[in-house]
């Protein structure tokens, strides 16, 4: 059985960082891709990252780009998200999700198989 739970959410000041957590079981990063997505309340699901099944490409969504960075561990089965620079329109539920069946560019779009509760992120002043 496919399991994420994310922890790591939080409230922080604009401009400020968090670094987000996933853990993962029941499957294997080589034959899935990974990623993240975010929902923002009374708003739909937006793709923020995506990592290639066997972890050779790294995706972002243009509003992540530059401020997001997302990473893995294989070996501990463990995804992240270490976010800087945040912005008030960042404050979302933060969703760690796994596909084999979609690339990330199709995945980013449309959404993956399996996914976590999420992690709520707060940016405000």
């Known amino acids: 059985e496919v399991q994420l739970v994310e922890f790591g959410g939080g409230s922080v000041q604009p401009g400020g960082s968090l670094r987000l957590s996933c853990a993962a079981s029941g499957f294997t990063f080589d034959d899935h891709a990974i990623g993240w997505f975010r929902q923002a309340s009374g708003k739909g699901r937006e793709g923020v990252a995506c990592i290639s099944k066997g972890g050779g490409n790294t995706y972002y969504a243009d509003s992540a780009k530059g401020r997001f960075t997302m990473s893995s561990d294989p070996a501990k089965s463990m995804l992240y998200l270490q976010m800087d620079f945040l912005k008030p329109e960042d404050t979302a539920d933060y969703i760690c999700?796994?596909?084999?069946?979609?690339?990330?560019?199709?995945?980013?779009?449309?959404?993956?198989?399996?996914r976590g509760k999420g992690t709520l992120v707060t940016v405000s002043s």
């Open positions: 999700a796994a596909d084999n069946r979609s690339t990330c560019l199709v995945a980013l779009l449309y959404g993956m198989d399996y």
